[in-house]
């Protein structure tokens, strides 16, 4: 994990962002860099989540999407490229307790970590960091890189 001192610089860098595991004890230094930088912080528990339908939902209400939101992975897509419901210069999701999604649904945890990654990559060509923080014990973070 990268100093605390440093993860204010760290998160300004589109070109940064992306999908990374999330060291339990990093939760809050990484929620001070971003609130110094004025990017929300939008928090989903993930606990005992164990489908897709389930993780969809609670996305959903975490990120505050709008009621247009379809429940599918395209509508995920589609939410997290133009979030102009919460405009902000950048965004910190943190994806919390997903070990139990992982391990129950492992299919359809790669492609929430693929659609938030491209996602990520979208935003990051207009210049706005999408970052997504996931809270995995160490068995889970082969899918993940790390800061």
Same mark, same amino acid.
């Given at each position: ?6 993860? #204010?610089? !760290? ?12 060291? =339990? ?18 928090? !989903? ?13 609670? #996305? ?7 009621? $247009?939101?379809?429940?599918? $992975? ?17 965004? !910190?999701?943190?994806?919390?307790? &997903? ?7 492992? &299919? ?14 979208? =935003? ?6 999408? $970052? ?9 973070? !082969? ?5």
């Amino acid at each position: 994990m990268i100093p605390e001192n440093e993860l #204010v610089s !760290v998160l300004q860098h589109p070109d940064r962002a992306g999908v990374y595991h999330l060291p =339990q004890r990093s939760v809050e230094a990484i929620t001070r860099a971003a609130h110094e930088l004025d990017f929300p912080v939008l928090r !989903v528990d993930l606990s005992d989540c164990a489908d897709k339908g389930d993780f969809l939902a609670r #996305v959903a209400a975490g990120l505050e999407f709008p009621d $247009w939101f379809g429940h599918n $992975w395209d509508a995920l897509a589609d939410c997290l490229a133009d979030m102009a419901w919460l405009p902000a210069d950048g965004y !910190v999701i943190i994806l919390e307790h &997903a070990e139990h999604f992982r391990i129950a649904a492992e &299919a359809d945890f790669i492609t929430a970590l693929e659609t938030f990654d491209e996602a990520a990559r979208e =935003q990051a060509a207009e210049g706005i960091p999408l $970052w997504i923080f996931v809270g995995l014990t160490a068995n889970g973070i !082969v899918h993940l890189r790390t800061l």
